[in-house]
């Protein structure tokens, strides 16, 4: 007869390849206060509905609160031939209390717990990685800000395009971490839900009272469906999803950083202490860490479809493929959580050189579209004004010149329309004073960008 917590039917032991195969306590272990919260939750609610006595809920309630605190205090052993965590603290709990512990199952499977457990851990690492955004969103406010009158050239098709402040450009990231939080919020509306009460997959015959539970567990509601509640893991998914959005978002700006510290762009300079060198090539200087969040997203990307493919054939209720969502889960975790964590102290070892950012403005006719502009409000349509600026960049570049080198005997030999006002027109400056509207690149709105994002970032 075997000892397992589900040996009554078994002739025979488990092989041992069998056993280690099967077995999750390796990682699931990690969840040991979700399970034991699970289960203090539910014993008071077994105790409250008279299913048990309040005595022995009493009694099983304080063996799990010493389980909980052994654990907390790095006393407790954690037994790794028990093959999951729910197994473990049960075990704990005979140990702790007979057969008594051996009611805190009834009306419960494993396949609710472990739906229960990942919840409840998505809801707290959820917690920590909004308040890790946070951080990194002030580093990146605080860098903008340090550099408020900084001008550089914004690119598309990563080729010169037009003046842009640098705060503008940091600020992009604001509004994208921005929304990465709304989407970590609006997801656990979706997984702050109680599945206990389903019993592995039909439901119970006791009289569970799962609004209790819900709320003894600061969840939202309740599944409305027991099947649902033991086999889907979309909940997952999606903050697995959500968290390669982030780590997208991150990753676009680690490839920034990356290539302005090049010496072909060279408009940053990251301090020693945030850079590694070569073994063999005495003058390198690397930037490694943005590297590293640029490559780790690969990896949560990876745990996405991971998890995505484990689910797409499994019939309804639970199968132990499932088992297979919890390393992804965990990785992704750990992989958002250090990426944020040391993004935020990169953010302030990071220094912007300030002339060659100004001297990158100054060619390559980032101008050009102000240029257009120019002549429109001298009355010319936009294609027009177009195509002039077109025929004067062509001569100015066989010329090896700027457009504001062409003296304006030059200029009006394009269009009578060019006046001396030109000049200053021309001045990336004045380009970006005039992006005046909101959104865009004009110093006022990047202030006021700046100003509503701190704001943002107390309440
Ligand atoms: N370790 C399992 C998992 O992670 C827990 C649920 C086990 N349920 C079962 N009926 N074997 O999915």
């Known amino acids: 007869m075997s000892k397992k917590l589900w040996g009554g039917r078994f002739t025979s032991d ?14 699931d272990k990690r969840l040991w206060r979700e399970d034991i919260q699970g ?28 389980i909980y ?10 037994d790794e031939s028990s093959e999951d965590i729910h197994t473990l603290i049960e075990k704990a709990l005979r140990q702790k209390t007979g057969t008594l512990g051996e009611m805190i199952h009834t009306g419960r499977s494993r396949n609710d717990q472990i739906a229960l457990d ?39 098709h990563l080729q010169r395009a037009q003046p842009v402040l640098l705060a503008h450009h940091l600020l992009a990231y604001y509004e994208m971490t921005k929304r990465d939080t709304q989407r970590y919020k609006e997801a656990l509306k979706r997984t702050n839900v109680l599945p206990l009460g389903s019993a592995a997959l ?9 609004e209790f539970l819900s709320k003894e567990l600061r969840l939202q509601r309740i599944t409305a469906n027991s099947m649902d509640a033991v086999s889907d893991r979309d909940f997952i998914a999606e903050f697995i999803f959500i968290s390669s959005l982030l780590m997208m978002h991150l990753s676009r700006l680690c490839e920034e950083l990356i290539i302005w510290s090049t010496q072909e762009f060279d408009f940053i300079e990251i301090s020693d202490s945030f850079a590694t060198g070569s073994s063999i090539m005495p003058q390198k200087k690397n930037p490694d860490i943005p590297e590293l969040i640029r490559g780790k997203t690969g990896r949560v990307y990876g745990h996405l479809i991971s998890l995505l493919t484990t689910m797409k054939g499994l019939p309804l209720t639970y199968n132990k493929d499932m088992q297979e969502d919890k390393e992804p889960l965990f990785d992704t975790v750990d992989t958002v959580e250090k990426s944020l964590s040391i993004f935020s102290l990169l953010l302030r070892e990071i220094d912007f050189k300030k002339e060659n950012l100004k001297k990158a403005t100054e060619n390559g006719y980032l101008v050009a579209t102000d240029l257009a502009d120019y002549l429109v409000t001298k009355g010319l349509t936009f294609r027009k004004a177009h195509h002039i600026v077109g025929d004067m960049i062509l001569s100015a570049q066989k010329q090896n010149k700027e457009l504001h080198q062409l003296d304006l005997h030059e200029m009006k030999h394009f269009s009578s329309l060019i006046g001396n006002d030109v000049y200053a027109w021309l ?20 202030k006021k960008a700046v100003r509503k994002a701190k704001k943002e970032l107390q309440s």
Do not use: H, W
């Open 14 to 27: 488990t092989n041992e390849m069998v056993n280690t195969f099967n077995s999750s306590i390796q990682f």
């Open 39 to 66: 289960s203090i939750a539910y014993c008071k609610m077994l105790g409250k509905q008279g299913i048990i006595s309040e005595n022995e809920a009493k009694k099983i309630l304080s063996a799990l609160q010493e």
């Open 69 to 78: 605190s052994e654990i907390e205090k790095g006393t407790f052993i954690f």
């Open 118 to 156: 990942t919840r409840l851990f998505i809801k707290n690492s959820t917690g920590n990685i909004l308040q890790l955004i946070r951080e990194f969103q002030l580093s990146l406010i605080e860098l903008a800000e340090k550099n408020q009158d900084l001008i550089m050239p914004g690119y598309t």
């Open 202 to 210: 039909a439901g119970t015959t006791f009289n569970i009272d799962r």
């Open 427 to 446: 001045d990336p400056a004045s380009c970006i004073d005039r992006r005046n509207i909101k959104g865009a690149t004009g110093p006022k709105e990047v």
